[in-house]
């Protein structure tokens, strides 16, 4: 089953589902809002379930329509895998949907864990689910514990390429548009997290991702910059070792090791070759340039609905910068004021988190309102 069929990570992993019948069989795709997009990608699997939640234009019949729908299929009983791809916290209600059967649930949008971590490891506990990890680092950081002992890991280490402006002029950040940052120099990704990479953003979200995924304080998860993208993460152990996983910057790969739940398919990318990877670099980050790390740590740390909120906000604010609503650097400046501003009680039912997200998208938007209308009757900010 694929949740989020017409995404970035949804089309390469029916790619890597087509390419492996012996392996995969697809039973049913969700797609958010693009019917024919679906369709066509739907076209190598004929007679495949398939939802479109919030369908624009015309739905085709037996094309089924709404998020009821999307959930009854997430869980189908027959789906012994289910990947989570795409929609951002949209995606949170059919995962859970799907964590109450046994079933393997290879999670993509970290989204998910980070508004409702503890609700949804619970849920795979109760059930006896297991979630595997799709994002890169994640992926490697599992492939780096695979027969390790949970009390000789010392410290997950995060690697972030840096985004494309890793080394760009600070002064010249506020002026970024949409296009430069949605041109991320290693990988390629769909818009949400291709911008969230460039704040660094991505990687705050993928810290409390590693938190929940592998059940490790904040305290012992790093983050490292790492521009050339050749090592995926790494893991320190108690003798001093350190474990790193290496490969092409490709998502097909942890895709079909997700899909799989952890056996290697012959040929899913070429191997990363080392002689012609040159050099290696890693950097600390600078929490001048990429405030957004910090901001998601001091979230993190706060827990309850922080995290839920801070993730609202910056979805609102992600999408209001690709409108040309936002301007970058207020992006991170309005996450942060509205993750601030929410005193709300720690969630601890469904209710309570989908209470703080909608908090943090209320207030966001209302903000964006305001930003948009200070910038167009008062010209630049400063
Ligand atoms: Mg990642």
Redesign the pocket.
């Known amino acids: 089953m694929v949740l989020g069929a017409t995404g970035s990570i949804g089309s390469q992993a029916l790619e890597v589902i087509s390419r492996y019948p012996e392996e995969f069989e697809l039973l049913g795709a969700v797609a958010g809002q693009r019917t024919t997009a679906l369709q066509a990608a739907l076209r190598p699997f004929p007679g495949v379930a398939c939802v479109v939640v919030d369908p624009q234009g015309p739905v085709p019949s037996g094309v089924w329509v709404g998020e009821d729908a999307a959930c009854q299929l997430a869980a189908d009983p027959r789906a012994d895998v289910v990947l989570v791809a795409g929609g951002g916290a949209a995606a949170l209600l059919p995962t859970l949907e799907a964590l109450h059967r046994p079933c393997r649930l290879a999670i993509a949008t970290?989204e998910v864990l980070v508004m409702a971590g503890d609700l949804v490891t619970a849920a795979a506990r109760r059930s006896g689910a297991e979630i595997v990890p799709v994002?890169?680092?994640?992926s490697a950081i599992w492939q780096c514990l695979r027969g390790e002992s949970a009390q000789d890991v010392v410290r997950l280490w995060l690697t972030a390429s840096g985004g494309p402006f890793r080394t760009a002029p600070l002064a010249g950040l506020q002026d970024v548009t949409p296009e430069m940052a949605l041109a991320h120099p290693n990988w390629r990704m769909g818009p949400k997290?291709t911008v969230d990479s460039a704040t660094m953003m991505?990687k705050g979200l993928?810290v409390i991702e590693a938190h929940f995924l592998f059940a490790i304080p904040y305290s012992r998860i790093s983050v490292v910059i790492h521009p050339q993208s050749a090592v995926h993460s790494a893991v320190e152990f108690c003798d001093g070792t350190m474990v790193a996983q290496l490969g092409v910057a490709d998502m097909r790969a942890p895709i079909a090791l997700a899909l799989s739940g952890g056996r290697r398919l012959p040929g899913v990318v070429p191997p990363l070759d080392l002689a012609s990877a040159g050099r290696l670099e890693f950097e600390e980050p600078d929490p001048s340039r990429f405030p957004a790390l910090s901001l998601a740590r001091e979230a993190a740390i706060r827990g309850g609905g922080a995290p839920a909120v801070m993730n609202a906000a910056n979805e609102v604010a992600v999408a209001a910068f690709l409108r040309g609503e936002l301007r970058f650097g207020e992006m991170v400046e309005l996450v942060s004021e509205v993750t601030g501003s929410y005193a709300g009680a720690p969630p601890t039912t469904l209710e309570d988190v989908l209470a703080a997200d909608a908090f943090g998208r209320t207030m966001a938007a209302e903000m964006v309102g305001q930003m948009d209308r200070r910038g167009a009757t008062g010209g630049r900010r400063p």
Do not use: M
Not at 135 to 138: L, P, W
């Open positions: 970290k994002d890169s680092e994640h997290v991505n993928e």
